[in-house]
């Protein structure tokens, strides 16, 4: 007398594996699909508020005591990338805004800056940025009156342009 009763456990162990490996699949799915990203994505826009509320500090320390004529140019490092792309610092209004390719990654902060800054320009922008230093630069304008702060960009071996207070 033959029993067949050895196949049942086999189909048995090849189900549970199969259903082991569908769990797997519906996980690893979920993590990769959607909750790894959100995770970057927040991380990165965490980066991103740092790096802009340094970006702003560094701006707003580089106003120097009142005296009748400045020129101020000072470094101000922030991370090359963010996500692992570039990104842009632009400053308009008194403002700076953080562009980055990434949705959901970026933002805006206030300058506090004297009354005595007349007017806050130029960008940061991304690239390949191992040779480049972000610098802000203050100045008063040739024709006298209140200081102008600009972000600029400077490329090792640069000797340093003056700060363009004209614009």
Known sequence: MTRHRA????????????????????????????????????????????????????????????????????????PATIRHRGYAITATNRT?????????VGGTTPLVLPARVDRVRGDWQPGHRANTTWVVRVCTPESGGDLVVVLASRRAGDAGTRPGCSA
């Open 96 to 104: 700076l805004r953080l562009r980055h390719p990434t949705p959901g």
């Open 7 to 78: 196949s049942a456990p086999v189909v048995g162990k090849a189900a549970e594996a199969g259903i082991g490996v569908l769990v797997i699949a519906v996980f690893t799915t979920t993590l990769c699909g959607g909750v790894v990203p959100d995770a970057r994505t927040a991380a990165a826009s965490a980066v991103a508020d740092r790096a802009l509320e340094h970006a702003a500090a560094g701006v707003e320390a580089s106003v120097p005591p009142p005296r009748e004529h400045a020129r101020v140019v000072r470094r101000v490092s922030v």
